[in-house]
């Protein structure tokens, strides 16, 4: 037999195969891992408090209270900003990118606030910013994870989050819950200025992170008790 | 990590988007006595030099009067730095030279001996034998 | 502008704020004030009462219009009217505790460096939203890491201020030269005789060496820095618009080679992942689609790796298991390196941009682990 007509008849057996209906039935394993079988998915993808994965109205309201009308995003992408990599191992989408670029946008937002003193006496001020500002404790911590962490906390945002940590047992900021709640924060802000732009996400920032003046009460303390 | 980066850095391309010209400063030496920097004395004095500093403001002129030849000093933002002779030279001629240098690159000069010089793939491409009907493939 | 529009609601959360206990957590280290900066304030939140009392003032303006290196370097990159020669100068100067009192470009590069993160990272998102989040770092730092920075500041023609006060004295050059120069060395520094291929470490330079033995010079350091403060000087003449404009034209117009940044490392079990993340119902297979010479010494085979009925990637190698690797990697890569277009075919606007209109597939959903 040539080579040519082997292939011939391997293409011919998987053009057999193609026409058969064949479903694949999959053993779902439930509780503890076993290593390689697959978990039930209704069993994996559930939050420690338990709750279960998905656009339930009950996962995501808080969020969707917290954006409002002018600044919401679409249910798939509020769940998605709620998604941290560490759940299901990265399966379901998850909010890397959004926090990436949310992270940017804050830390540039907080940059230009700071500096716009258009008051200050400081001689090396330059057209009324005040550069001295910038790396001084405040203008580092007003968007550091602990401050946004606390923030996101206060808010009841984080009431619902899918990640998974590798030790919950400990408090806020070692089981990693205040780092993934700061993500998801930011996660949001990338979210809203990918959906509204650029323009409405600074919008959003000043209104609902900076105008209450939370976020800035949070900080000071946080720079008082570390002096 | 499934992925890790590979630390690559971009590549200029000077004239997509702002283009910076890579002359940044010349240097024109010359003396004050000698006969053979009376050209560029007569580019100093008859304000040729200055018309042509105004239209270049890009470039920092650097007048340095020290005896012997008159020399012309062109640096460029690729670290290379051209010297050039203008001994016994009419002013017409060194402006000539300035003009011509210092729209320079800075590279060196060379002979390309093919159409196209790119730094991008081609968008053709490569022929692959294996992708025609297996009817017409060449059998060996 | 930006304060006037916000109206404190009182401190009405103040008694709320429980932050003791996560503050003193041996995870999170809180920033402290730089003492050798002597910074005076009136209030932590009073942002125009800060004030670094070692500086005492800034270059005046009529010293830096004497000097032809900022007025060429001014036009060489085709600044605006607004921006100052002495904001230049300051963002030239990145001597910390300068015996001179100037003001240093710290806060101007810092500010700098925000707005090229946020608008290199909007555009990579934009440009490439599957990217995984490896590659994805690594193209920001392609484009504004210290290294490229530092070619784009030497490609701007600034010059190192070498040349110490004596030398400066002995030459006649007038005072204002050196303030158009790139300033970062101690006067001690520069004192220092040099040898040609010799290059001896600095206190600082030592403590930057990493694992891998690789340091980053203090050179490229104040190049980086210069670059970012010309572009947060920028901000502060003219806006953030002008801003945007500049590191677009100057910075992202460079060419990334983002096909060349992969390292794959388990590539078939990352796309069987990958088709489980996106919830494709037919397993993975790697079929044979063409071969040659199987039995001569430089076979060829042409290995697809297939979805069903959907090839997603195809791979030339000279033995089965490099045609399938092959074949794996190309699918992963027309997956990764996806980048979208509009309607009509152009590349998407960018959030920042005026009309910018929302697409799906400008979000990505992440990498997985395997």
Not at chain 3, 148 to 160: F, M, N, P, R
Not at chain 3, 320 to 329: C, D, G, I, N, S
Request: glycine share 8%; hydrophobic share 35%; charged share 20%.
């Amino acid at each position: 037999m040539t080579i040519s007509s082997i292939m011939r008849a391997r293409i011919a057996l998987t053009n057999v195969a193609r026409n058969v209906e064949c479903t694949r039935s999959i053993y779902l394993h439930k509780g503890p891992r076993v290593a390689g079988l697959k978990r039930d998915p209704e069993q994996v993808f559930v939050t420690n408090q338990g709750y279960k994965y998905g656009t339930d109205s009950e996962n995501i309201k808080n969020i969707k209270q917290f954006l409002s009308d002018k600044y919401a995003v679409s249910d798939e992408l509020t769940l998605q900003c709620l998604t941290h990599k560490s759940f299901g191992n990265g399966i379901k989408p998850h909010n890397e990118k959004l926090y990436a670029l949310g992270s940017k946008l804050v830390q540039l937002y907080f940059a230009k606030y700071v500096i716009d003193t258009p008051n200050t006496n400081n001689e090396s001020a330059i057209n009324g910013k005040n550069f001295d500002v910038i790396g001084t404790p405040i203008a580092k911590e007003l968007g550091s994870r602990m401050a946004l962490g606390i923030f996101a906390k206060q808010n009841g945002l984080n009431s619902v989050m899918f990640w998974k940590s590798y030790n919950n047992k400990v408090n806020f900021a070692s089981s990693g819950e205040m780092k993934v709640s700061a993500q998801m924060l930011l996660a949001l802000v990338g979210a809203v200025n990918l959906v509204h732009g650029k323009q409405t996400a600074e919008e959003f920032i000043r209104e609902k992170l900076l105008s209450t003046g939370e976020l800035e009460d949070i900080t000071v303390k946080i720079v008082q008790e570390a002096h | 990590m499934p992925i890790k980066g590979i630390p690559i850095p971009s590549v200029a391309r000077n004239g997509v988007g702002a283009f910076v010209k890579p002359c940044y400063k010349i240097t024109i030496q010359y003396c004050n006595w000698g006969g053979s920097s009376n050209g560029v004395r007569q580019l100093l004095s008859n304000g040729k030099l200055n018309n042509l500093a105004l239209e270049n403001r890009e470039i920092m002129f650097n007048i340095v009067k020290q005896k012997g030849h008159p020399r012309l000093t062109f640096h460029y933002n690729n670290d290379s730095v051209k010297e050039i002779e203008c001994r016994n030279n009419t002013d017409g001629e060194i402006l000539k030279k300035l003009k011509e240098y210092s729209q320079n690159s800075g590279n060196k000069l060379f002979k390309y001996n093919h159409k196209v010089l790119s730094i991008n793939d081609s968008v053709r491409g490569i022929w692959s034998p294996m992708h025609i009907p297996k009817e017409h493939r060449h059998k060996i | 502008m930006l304060r006037q529009v916000i109206k404190r609601t009182a401190a009405k959360n103040i008694s709320l704020v429980r932050t003791s206990g996560y503050v003193a957590s041996r995870s999170y280290h809180v920033t402290k004030f730089d003492s050798r900066l002597k910074t005076e304030y009136q209030l932590l939140t009073d942002y125009s009462s800060y004030k670094h009392t070692i500086y005492t003032h800034r270059l005046p303006e009529s010293t830096a219009e004497q000097c032809p290196l900022l007025i060429a370097l001014h036009s060489r990159l085709n600044l605006p009217k607004e921006y100052q020669l002495s904001t230049l100068s300051q963002a030239l100067n990145m001597q910390q505790f300068g015996s001179d009192g100037l003001a240093n470009n710290f806060g101007l590069s810092t500010l700098g460096k925000n707005l090229l993160s946020y608008y290199t990272c909007e555009y990579l998102v934009m440009q490439y939203p599957r990217l995984p989040m490896a590659v994805h770092n690594t193209a920001v730092d392609a484009y504004m890491g210290k290294l490229t920075l530092a070619e784009i500041g030497k490609s701007w023609g600034i010059e190192v201020d070498t040349v110490s006060k004596l030398q400066h004295f002995l030459s006649q050059e007038p005072e204002a030269m050196k303030y158009g120069r790139l300033r970062f060395q101690l006067e001690e520094e520069k004192n220092t005789v040099k040898e040609d291929g010799v290059y001896e470490l600095s206190q600082v330079e030592m403590e930057s060496v990493d694992t891998n033995n690789e340091f980053i010079p203090k050179e490229i350091e104040a190049y980086a820095s210069a670059v970012q403060a010309v572009i947060g000087g920028l901000y502060t003449h003219v806006g953030e618009n002008a801003t945007k404009a500049f590191i677009h034209d100057h910075i992202l117009s460079r060419k990334l080679p983002v096909d060349k940044m992969f390292q794959f490392s388990k590539p078939t079990r990352e796309l069987v992942r990958l088709c489980d993340k996106l919830g494709f119902t037919d397993p993975v297979e790697l079929r044979l689609i063409a071969e040659t010479g199987r039995l001569s010494a430089h076979a060829v085979y042409v290995a697809g790796a297939f979805v069903g009925k959907e090839k997603l990637g195809e791979g030339v190698g000279s033995s089965l298991k490099e045609a399938k690797t092959r074949a794996v990697v190309n699918a992963l890569m027309g997956y990764y390196l996806y980048s979208p277009i509009d309607q009509d075919g152009n590349e998407p606007k960018l959030p920042s941009e005026a009309g910018y209109v929302f697409e799906e597939a400008s979000v990505g959903g992440g990498d997985v682990a395997i």
